[in-house]
């Protein structure tokens, strides 16, 4: 994260006191109003499709520099819940503007794919070795469509791709990573 620049997430369309709340929250989430953060995101997500493809990547850099400097999912919640409320109200933000609906989704699309594959992943590192005796034929079937469904396409990002097969190669080493495994992925997605 210490590498990154405003360019680096499309930030600098935005005013100087917005650039630098969206900066201070990249590098030291503690440090600013993350619901403000959360609503800033989303607001200009429903505005801008660009912006929108992007932010699900900005949200995830928040959510791992947030959990790096304290364990908290504070951020997490507050773009969750404002996106839920933005889509319950999809009837409304659709008749306004089919263009907010369709950057609103966009963005959705674009959080999941971060946040969801990573809370996967932290999950079968924390339990899959207890779900795989539990059911060795539903880890195979679950481990089939992670494979098939997620790394054979193209829709999901690189960093997703890297950790759900960090994930597969977690348990094809019976739930343990070799130490040359583990510098390889976590360098990867330190970077």
């Avoid at 403000?36 to 997500?45: H, L, M, R, Y």
């Amino acid at each position: 994260m210490e590498n990154s620049s405003a360019e680096d997430y499309k930030i600098q369309s935005f005013d100087a006191d917005t650039q630098w709340l969206l900066k201070m929250a990249l590098k030291e989430p503690a440090s600013v109003d993350l619901e403000k953060v959360a609503s800033v995101i989303v607001e200009q997500s429903m505005k801008d499709l660009v912006f929108s493809k992007e932010a699900g990547r900005i949200c995830y850099t928040i959510v791992q520099a947030e959990s790096k400097h304290g364990g908290n999912s504070n951020f997490r919640r507050y773009i969750l819940n404002r996106l839920q409320q933005e889509f319950l109200a999809k009837e409304q933000v659709r008749d306004r503007s089919v263009n907010a609906w369709v950057c609103l989704v966009t963005f959705i699309c674009n959080v999941f794919d971060y946040l969801k594959v990573d809370c996967l992943v932290i999950q079968l590192h924390r339990i899959g070795e207890q779900l795989q005796r539990a059911s060795t034929q539903r880890m195979d079937q679950l481990f089939c469509l992670l494979r098939d469904g997620f790394l054979l396409q193209d829709r999901p990002s690189s960093l997703s791709r890297l950790l759900l097969l960090e994930i597969i190669e977690f348990r094809a080493g019976n739930w343990k990573m070799s130490d040359s495994a583990q510098k390889y992925y976590y360098s990867e997605v330190a970077d």
